[in-house]
């Protein structure tokens, strides 16, 4: 149950967010075909797009032992074919030492051959690479421009990271206004950081908003349904 003195008597208490960030891109287009017919599709017929699901699949453990080698091998052969979701994937494992060495080198590479197709995943790993600085110079603009497009693409994920770089004003120039649209964004997706972050701008009446403490209520309440780890949701 959240704690209403606590929220009456702190005044803004917005969630900033802590440490790196990375996605995983786990949309199947397969998702509803069996697994031995997917095979068939990845073995026979080469198809890149079932190669990737199979990575999917092994690499989250859906229908299968979960098994990260095994998904590290389809993803190698779908991103062979230039599959953009496959190259993101590759990145990730390349960049989170997920059966191979660490080389941020090469999980910059995977991620620019994605991010070249507008895959929304690349994007936004390409995007936390170049916020937090891993394998390259901090370039916290370059961060933004390639937050935007993926969260343009509607990524959850991007929409809220985009949201806090305005919020805290991390490398950019600081706009509660530009904060707020992207929360709301993430926030109709159920995105729980963003909901909570969009309550505490209602309850204070920023960022263009009225104060509303009724929808202030209701959004902080989803976020911490949602698993924010804050005082007030204590």
């Not at 991103?79 to 660490?102: K, P, R």
């Not at 490398?171 to 964004?185: H, P, Q, S, T, V």
Request: charged share 30%.
């Amino acid at each position: 149950m959240m704690n209403m003195k606590k929220l009456l008597t702190t005044g803004l208490l917005f969630l900033f967010l802590a440490g790196p960030a990375g996605a995983q891109a786990v949309e199947e287009s397969l998702k509803n075909v069996p697994y031995d017919e997917v095979l068939k599709m990845a073995t026979e017929n080469n198809d890149p797009k079932a190669q990737y699901d199979l990575g999917v699949r092994y690499f989250e453990g859906e229908g299968v032992e979960k098994d990260p080698l095994k998904a590290r091998e389809w993803y190698e052969k779908a991103a062979a074919q230039g599959h953009s979701g496959a190259e993101s994937n590759l990145g990730y494992m390349y960049e989170n030492a997920i059966t191979v060495e660490q080389d941020y080198a090469k999980a910059k590479e995977y991620y620019e051959k994605g991010a070249a197709k507008n895959d929304k995943y690349a994007l936004f790993n390409l995007a936390s690479v170049y916020k937090e600085g891993r394998g390259v110079a901090k370039d916290p603009l370059k961060a933004k421009e390639l937050f935007e497009k993926s969260a343009q693409l509607g990524l959850v994920n991007a929409q809220y990271h985009l949201g806090d770089m305005y919020l805290t004003g991390a490398g950019i120039d600081k706009d509660l206004n530009k904060a707020r649209y992207w929360f709301e964004k993430a926030a109709e997706q159920g995105q729980p950081e963003s909901q909570f972050n969009l309550g505490i701008m209602y309850e204070n009446g920023i960022a263009g908003l009225k104060r509303d403490h009724n929808k202030a209520m209701e959004l902080i309440e989803k976020g911490c349904e949602g698993g924010v780890e804050h005082q007030i949701c204590q």
